[in-house]
């Protein structure tokens, strides 16, 4: 599976270890940015390019990053196709919910509330859950896309 990652400067340190530890796990990813910290990026313009591509292979993968992870799923979901679901801590079966049901294709992770070990076991789990398939998951999904 290829993985799209970016992040803006709030989640730019843990953009760079996510990207690792998916590299180290097998997975193939593109980074694309920042590739040095900025303070003052804006997230749209680095989480955008990611959502389109995502929209133009449904295959892919992508992981976003900022402080809450908020505005980048913002800006990713306004891109037909985008199913952006985020994750700044706590229950973890959001995330399987999000693939379960909504299969998510980007998964947008709130840096300022989450370590390291908490976002490797996130993105781990988000990746590793598939979507069910379910008719109704996937009627929900066309009337979510074909609105």
């Known amino acids: 599976m290829k993985i799209i990652i970016s992040s803006d400067h709030a989640g730019f340190e843990l953009k760079n270890g ?14 694309m940015g920042p590739f040095e910290y900025r303070s003052d990026d804006d997230y749209p313009e680095l989480i ?9 292979n449904p295959a892919l993968r992508g992981i976003v990053i900022g402080g ?5 799923a913002m800006s990713a979901n306004r891109i037909k196709g ?3 679901t985020v994750f700044y801590g706590g229950n973890t079966d959001i995330l399987k919910i999000s693939r379960q049901h909504n299969d998510a294709n980007v998964l947008s992770l709130g840096a300022r509330f989450m370590n390291f070990d ?23 999904i066309f009337e979510l896309d074909n609105f």
């Open 48 to 56: 955008l390019p990611v959502a389109i591509e995502i929209a133009k």
């Open 18 to 31: 996510i990207k690792n530890f998916l590299e180290e796990a097998g997975y193939e990813v593109r980074d």
């Open 82 to 84: 985008v199913r952006a």
């Open 118 to 140: 908490e976002a490797k076991e996130a993105v781990a789990l988000w990746l590793g859950t598939p979507f069910s398939g379910e008719e109704r998951h996937k009627r929900r």
């Open 68 to 72: 809450s992870g908020q505005g980048e």
